[in-house]
């Protein structure tokens, strides 16, 4: 099986920064596409950024020039700086990988278990 495990979640006053960190492990042969989307309450889950395999990258227009997505490959690892948070960030905040498992053909996709962030004014 496979695991996607958040942390660097916290409070945070507007202004500030946060980096997210999210480590996948288990069967993995290939992972493909990896985001991070974030639901606050009463809201829809919506994508912040994503990045394929080969580096391409996606962001909601909200986050454009604030926030930025990188990956370590080596380490089936994703990462998001946010700087300049606003308190309309604040958030839920999930990891999401497209993985090619060892022993299935077809890839799959996984969720991390979500991590707070929560920024005040």
């Known amino acids: 099986q496979v695991q996607l495990v958040e942390s660097g979640g916290g409070l945070v006053q507007a202004g500030g920064s946060l980096r997210l960190s999210c480590a996948a492990s288990?069967?993995?042969?290939?992972?493909?596409?990896m985001g991070w989307y974030r639901q606050a309450p009463g809201k829809q889950r919506e994508l912040v950024a994503s990045?394929?395999?080969?580096?391409?990258?996606t962001y909601a227009d909200s986050v454009k020039g604030r926030f930025t997505i990188s990956r370590d490959n080596a380490k089936n690892t994703v990462y998001l700086q946010m700087n300049a948070l606003k308190p309309e960030d604040t958030a839920v905040y999930f990891c999401?990988?497209?993985?090619?498992?060892?022993?299935?053909?077809?890839?799959?996709?996984?969720w991390g278990q979500g991590t707070q962030v929560t920024v005040s004014s």
């Open positions: 990045m394929t395999s080969g580096g391409s990258t």
């Open positions: 999401s990988a497209t993985i090619l498992l060892e022993l299935w053909p077809r890839p799959v996709d996984y």
């Open positions: 288990g069967s993995i042969f290939r992972i493909n596409a």
